[in-house]
């Protein structure tokens, strides 16, 4: 068993450039700084879970655009009808077309004509060119009808989406933000993330501000009098008073070229002083020159933000915008003007804010809970396995500095449950150890040489890993499709975690492993425990408490089953949507206090929740009616009120979670968990046989409803979080029945004479062991981040450990008896076919 020269230069190649690439994480600025120039000093982008900052997830208005397209299509209608000579009077906006009414035959041919041509090709939506017109004309009725087509909806969304990516990247630099992370998501979505920033109050509202200014004259009308036509009443942006305001823009904002905050030299108020362009400093001078002595309205958004009464022609192209501004308020504007209007409103969707203070704690659990994990799981190897256990030891350590590596190279983003998912790893890379060392004893207990052992022992197990790897691999990748943020940090995490396995606990072990029994010139090979906890051979009859166990186990997820209608779960914001704030008093909390004054707030149910210390509140509050942004207007609302109690109040976690996000994020869900089920059931058919893929779905099942019975008994909640320990315990329940399956189908092979109830119970004694050792090395990698980890990570870890218990109990008492079941009845079936079949040939 000799590994090939050039496989070991490569495999240290490897391993030398993952150490490299994750050196860096374990150094300070200062040292980082220190090391030459060529020498690799990328770390690992910490998610804003980790380094506090600001998430949001901003949404095209397309009801605004669709809105604002066909104004603007039925002025086009208009001016292209007025150009042939043809009455555009009665052009007009019916739902969602434009109407034209021509009763005129020869007239409406040459409308129909004409209107056709304003038809511009688009992109199909596929990347292959345009060809697909972006309105529809028809005839009918005397009538032409100008709809809008999907193509053309589809387009002017990807436009608006692009244009509002780089103006709103605009305005963030306005603001002066490190390092912000603005990027599209998906075709009507943009997702901005700002380091650092722990109230982005301000910064939501720069963002979702449209920033549309027009300039309109002020119509002549006496208070109490009916509104002339083209005349609308629009508000006050400060006060509220209405102003009458011409429909007419006289002046487009677009034609800024400069807005900048300063103050009045005389009365030294906050003031935003513009410039336009040279035509718009011509029309300016125009409309200002025909219009001394009369009101001239400043309008954003539907909103006038100054009416300055004309006292002379402005001829330079410049002007100033004043009424009581703060000069935040004055630096807010400026940056809107200066980086240009949005082409449609950006709706905030989704909030999650993490103070500095809060990631610093976060960090220091995620590191203390990883060393505690870490070392346990080393001793349990060693206890196990003694001098080969070290070897398992170092490709685990070795497994966790190449995942920081690969995490470095790729540019990966590590949050808090990635960080869950590098502390589970560390548990399930002890698995293909200890499937390689107990198949490894057993090849020795036959009398192989260490060579021959070894050999067999890692080619025995391999198929094993395989297959125990793919269905963990499964749920990983599933949940990286149908998660979002830091639960995608744990999916990329595991994947990492799972890949790098193979390489470490496979590959690296097997070479070393040679090398110890070539250097010490050992014949044979011997792996005792240094404490033994189980007898060396066990013959235990499992399946005589099949029924037992089955009944138990289906007596249980009814139960669980029942706790799910009543009391039911504790869903999370991210399912049911709502606002979520963690706050941190100077003094203890009175939470009756605190109870009195939010709920006086008229924003619906408010639940709090004392956690960590006297002075940490977690504040729940309702999904709000009217839509995101009164969700938005209640947080405002409730740090308000807070702070009124207490000034000194840290504000350490914010979620706001509209209902749009809230009903696709339990809908992904729950998909994540069916297709994952599904996708593993289609598995082990294609590499077992059926009535092992039933059996581990049915199996499944039962696991599946323990685990939800335990969230509504325990009240924790049930949000994304919750639904990646669903996974993984899918996953690796799937893992531990793989194992027991492939140890009863190896057997099946061997003993085709044997009764399938004995194959059933060898086999399960063969593998107890096993299955034993790798439960209780993922559980003691997750118990310090279960019991130490606090309320950010408990929806994950003390699952985590409940489920492991029952993927565990359940491969032994209910997948092998299920199996033992459809075996009997498979053999009943055949047997009751092979008589009528006899039958039928005799009398033929």
Not at 383 to 412: K, Q
Not at 652 to 669: D, F
Request: hydrophobic letters at 50%; glycine letters at 10%; charged letters at 20%.
């Amino acid at each position: 068993m000799r590994t090939s020269r050039w496989v070991v230069v490569t495999y240290t190649i490897i391993i030398l450039a993952g150490i490299i690439a994750a050196l860096p994480n374990a150094l300070t600025s200062k040292q980082l700084a220190a090391l030459p120039s060529w020498f690799p000093k990328q770390q690992v982008t910490l998610g804003l879970d980790l380094q506090g900052g600001s998430h949001l997830v901003l949404e095209v208005d397309a009801a605004a655009l669709k809105t604002d397209r066909l104004r603007s299509l039925l002025d086009d209608v208009r001016g292209a009808l007025r150009k042939e000579r043809i009455n555009a009077s009665s052009a007009r906006l019916a739902g969602d077309a434009i109407v034209v009414n021509i009763p005129d035959d020869v007239q409406r041919a040459k409308a129909l004509a004409t209107l056709q041509s304003l038809a511009v090709p688009v992109s199909g939506g596929l990347g292959l060119g345009g060809g697909k017109p972006d309105i529809e004309v028809t005839t009918a009725d005397k009538q032409i009808k100008v709809v809008l087509t999907e193509a053309g909806q589809r387009d002017k969304l990807d436009a608006a989406l692009q244009q509002s990516l780089e103006i709103v990247r605009q305005r963030v630099d306005q603001v002066g933000v490190a390092e912000p992370t603005i990027q599209r998501v998906g075709s009507d979505r943009m997702l901005v993330q700002l380091p650092g920033l722990q109230d982005p109050t301000r910064l939501r509202e720069l963002l979702g501000s449209t920033a549309k200014m027009t300039f309109h004259m002020v119509a002549n009308v006496a208070n109490g009098e009916p509104l002339p036509r083209g005349v609308s009443m629009l508000p006050d942006a400060k006060s509220g008073a209405q102003y009458p305001v011409e429909d007419r823009v006289a002046l487009d904002g677009a034609r800024l070229t400069d807005a900048r905050a300063g103050f009045d030299q005389r009365t030294q108020e906050p003031l935003v002083s513009f410039r336009f362009d040279s035509v718009g400093a011509r029309q300016f001078a125009e409309i200002t020159a025909a219009n001394v002595g009369k009101p001239f309205a400043i309008v954003l958004d539907g909103k006038v933000l100054s009416a300055p009464s004309i006292r002379e022609p402005i001829t330079g192209g410049s002007g100033q915008i004043s009424g009581s501004f703060s000069v935040e308020e004055t630096v807010t504007l400026s940056a809107l003007l200066r980086a240009g209007a949005l082409p449609a409103p950006l709706t905030v969707i989704e909030e999650r804010t993490v103070g500095p203070d809060l990631g610093g704690d976060v960090i220091k659990m995620g590191i203390y809970t990883g060393i505690a994990g870490f070392v346990a799981v080393v001793l349990f190897m060693v206890a196990l396995y003694g001098t080969w256990g070290m070897i398992a030891n170092f490709a685990l350590l070795l497994h966790l500095i190449l995942t920081f590596g690969v995490l470095t190279l790729i540019g990966g983003t590590l949050t808090l449950p990635g960080i869950a998912g590098i502390i589970l790893g560390i548990g399930f890379g002890v698995d293909a150890n200890i499937l390689i060392n107990e198949r490894i004893r057993e090849e020795s207990k036959k009398g192989l040489s260490a060579f021959a052992a070894l050999d067999n022992g890692f080619k025995r197990a391999y198929s094993t890993i395989v297959d125990a790897n793919v269905t963990s691999l499964i749920a990983t990748g599933l949940l990286f499709m149908f998660g979002s943020g830091p639960v995608r940090g744990f999916a990329i995490t595991m994947f990492l975690g799972t890949c790098l396995s193979m390489f470490t606990a496979v590959s690296v072990t097997r070479i070393l492993m040679a090398a110890v029994v070539r250097r010490k010139r050992l014949k044979t090979i011997t792996i005792e425990p240094l404490i033994r906890f189980f007898p060396e051979k066990t013959s235990i009859s499992f399946m005589k408490a099949r029924y037992l166990g089955i009944g138990m186990s289906i007596f249980l997820s009814l139960a669980s089953i029942g706790l799910f209608f009543k009391p039911g779960l504790n869903y999370g914001i991210d399912f049911k949507g709502g606002i979520q704030v963690e706050i941190a008093t100077s003094t203890p909390a009175d939470l009756a206090q605190l109870r009195s004054t939010l709920g006086g707030l008229n924003i619906g149910e408010v639940a709090l929740q004392q956690i960590g210390s006297d002075g940490n509140v977690l504040i729940r509050v309702q999904r709000q009616d009217g839509g995101e942004t009164a969700q938005t207007a209640a947080v405002d609302t409730i740090k308000a009120a807070v702070q009124k109690l207490d000034p000194s109040v840290k504000f350490e976690r914010t979620e706001v979670v509209g209902p749009k996000v809230s009903g696709e994020l339990a809908q992904s869900g729950i998909l994540a968990v069916v297709l994952a089920a599904l996708a593993m059931l289609v598995y082990i058919w294609w590499r077992f046989e059926w009535n092992f893929a039933i059996g581990a779905i049915a199996t499944l099942v039962l696991d599946t409803t323990k685990m939800v019975g335990f969230f509504a008994l325990f009240g924790l909640d049930f949000n994304l979080t919750a639904i990646a320990a669903l996974l993984t315990i899918i996953g690796y329940s799937v893992n531990d029945k793989v194992v027991v399956y492939d140890r009863m189908r190896e057997n099946l092979r061997l003993y085709k004479k044997m009764p399938l109830r004995e194959i059933i119970d060898m086999s399960i004694n063969q593998v107890f062991a096993r299955c034993i050792y790798t439960s209780v090395a993922i559980l003691l990698s997750m118990l310090p981040m279960a019991i130490w980890g606090g309320s950010a990570v408990e929806n994950f870890a003390i699952p985590m450990v409940f489920g492991v218990f029952i993927a565990t109990t359940s491969s032994i008492f209910i997948a092998a008896p299920i199996l033992l079941l459809l075996g009997d009845w498979w053999q009943h079936r055949s047997a009751g076919r092979e008589p009528s079949t006899a039958a039928a040939a005799t009398k033929a």
